[in-house]
């Protein structure tokens, strides 16, 4: 339910666009203020759940998340939907770090992939609901601009009661003031495996930020749909595949999962650009279906290396600092992204990702053949 609140405004974004002349650099920023709030939340909060518990942070994420909805029930100033993406930003940030712990912390052994699948492909799951639900209400909705975020609200309502009642999986303990300050350490074990996962977590949590930021205005501007459900549809064509490559991935070694999906990545955002170009609708679609799955396959596998073995007080740090590198690669590439994107057309936008996918996908499959770091 965090990230179906985070997924809600996608497929208004247009509709700000023609409404309320908002920018494709000013729909962008909010992209940058969401992933910088969930990087905030992530440093300062990101230890929380350690001290405080599981449930109460957990809690406190949605209570955030809940503010963000609130908010974005009246949007017709750009500042309203920069402040809300802020603290939904914020909000999953927190989520981020504790909620995915939790899941972890209360998964059974077997099967032993389970819990890396539901932590790293949870955010996926719910940002498709989230985009095609906000398309579908959008489109057909009583109240297109707010009744997403109606429906979000009592959910989050419903899922903060949930984990109210559910057990503590990690008792409190002191040093929570302490925890608030800046600090990421990772143990020994985990550092020699984070650069290739960040090769992978960056550039695919990257081009996810550009199906947010920038496909709406592609598909109205460059593929002719002016459709909210349609929008929904095409950014779930990427998130849905990565939720079902995640366990096929789990049918084989870390290792040979992280270059299959790499490849897969690869091949899907380079054939998806070159749709852009021919203004091929079609292909652009089944193109982001492939990029997807292996985004689900790579990414997964990435997060199942790295929690590996680890103990509860560690997941909450290592959960962490994957975040901090999916939304730090996402947030300064948006940016840049944003600042061009008045000077440049979007499809050559749309190769510069390509680009990234290829140098992430080559890192991967050649350079770290065998990866004995």
């Known amino acids: 339910m965090s990230f179906v609140a985070a997924a809600a405004p996608i497929p208004l974004y247009n509709v700000y666009r023609a409404e309320d002349g908002f920018t494709k650099p000013g729909i962008a920023m909010a992209i940058v203020t969401y992933s910088l709030g969930t990087i905030a939340g992530l440093l300062v909060l990101g230890r929380l759940s350690n001290h405080l518990g599981r449930r109460a942070t957990g809690v406190l994420s949605l209570a955030l998340l809940l503010l963000g909805c609130f908010l974005l029930l009246d949007v017709h100033h750009i500042g309203i939907l920069l402040a809300a993406r802020l603290l939904m930003g914020v909000g999953t940030g927190l989520a981020s770090s504790s909620l995915t712990s939790y899941i972890v912390d209360a998964a059974p052994e077997e099967p032993r992939w389970l819990a890396s699948v539901a932590s790293s492909q949870g955010p996926m799951l719910g940002l498709t609901i989230g985009a095609i639900a906000s398309g579908a209400m959008v489109e057909f909705g009583q109240w297109p601009r707010q009744l997403i975020?109606?429906?979000?609200?009592?959910?989050?309502?419903?899922?903060?009661?949930?984990?109210?009642?559910?057990?503590?999986?990690?008792?409190?303990r002191p040093g929570a003031l302490r925890s608030l300050l800046p600090r990421l350490g990772l143990p020994a074990r985990v550092r020699p495996r984070l650069p290739l996962a960040a090769a992978i977590f960056i550039s695919t949590w990257a081009t996810g930020a550009f199906y947010q930021a920038f496909v709406p205005a592609l598909l109205e501007d460059h593929l002719h749909t002016r459709s909210p459900l349609v929008v929904g549809l095409v950014f779930a064509c990427y998130m849905a595949p990565s939720v079902l490559g995640?366990?096929?991935?789990?049918?084989?070694?870390?290792?040979?999962?992280?270059?299959?999906?790499?490849?897969?990545f690869e091949v899907g955002t380079t054939i998806g650009a070159a749709a852009i170009h021919?203004?091929?609708?079609?292909?652009?679609?089944?193109?982001?279906?492939?990029?997807?799955?292996?985004?689900?396959?790579?990414?997964?596998?990435?997060?199942?290396?790295l929690i590996e073995g680890a103990s509860v007080a560690n997941r909450a740090s290592i959960f962490s600092a994957i975040y901090l590198l999916c939304y730090g690669g996402a947030t300064i590439l948006s940016f840049v992204a944003a600042g061009i994107s008045g000077i440049l057309p979007l499809p050559y936008i749309?190769?510069?990702?390509?680009?990234?996918?290829?140098?992430?996908?080559?890192?991967t499959v050649v350079l770290s053949p065998d990866l004995r770091w």
């Open 149 to 172: 975020f109606l429906v979000c609200g009592g959910f989050l309502l419903l899922s903060a009661v949930l984990i109210a009642a559910s057990p503590e999986t990690a008792a409190p």
């Open 246 to 264: 995640a366990p096929l991935g789990g049918r084989l070694t870390a290792l040979e999962a992280q270059r299959v999906g790499m490849i897969a």
């Open 278 to 305: 021919e203004d091929s609708l079609a292909v652009f679609v089944a193109a982001t279906v492939v990029a997807g799955t292996g985004q689900g396959i790579a990414v997964s596998a990435a997060t199942r290396r």
């Open 350 to 363: 749309a190769l510069g990702y390509g680009g990234l996918a290829f140098l992430a996908a080559l890192f």
